[in-house]
Nanobody, 124 residues
């Protein structure tokens, strides 16, 4: 089992930056690909991005790759999502995810483990 806890969400204005963090516990963190998803009210869950176990490769949804950056620190069991130039349409609950295979996230848009989510609200 892997437990994931997100933090860092909140209310910001359009154009602001926000950094989300996810702390993992349980099984060996460094063996898992880590990623982020989001879900806006009334919409399907959306893939944001994911990084391999080493952090050597990172994939993003096309609409977010210019503004969002994922990084991980295996020594601290954390993965972060840096979001810049936020827009009102970025408003959603953001979920941290962990999977044994990164394809589970970037291709199937699924994950083996999920965090509880953190709310990000961007006002115009």
């Amino acid at each position: 089992q892997v437990q994931l806890v997100e933090s860092g969400g909140g209310l910001v204005q359009a154009g602001d930056s926000l950094r989300l963090s996810c702390t993992a516990s349980g099984r060996t963190f460094s063996s898992y690909a880590m990623g982020w998803f989001r879900q806006a009210p009334g919409k399907e869950r959306e893939f944001v991005g994911a990084t391999t176990w080493s952090g050597g490769l990172t994939y993003y949804a096309d609409s977010m790759k210019r503004r969002f950056t994922i990084s991980r620190d295996n020594a601290k069991n954390t993965v972060a999502l840096q979001m810049n130039s936020l827009k009102p349409e970025d408003t959603a609950v953001y979920y941290c995810a962990a999977a044994a295979n990164i394809a589970t996230m970037r291709v199937r848009y699924e994950s083996d483990y999920w965090g509880q989510g953190t709310q990000v609200t961007v006002s115009s």
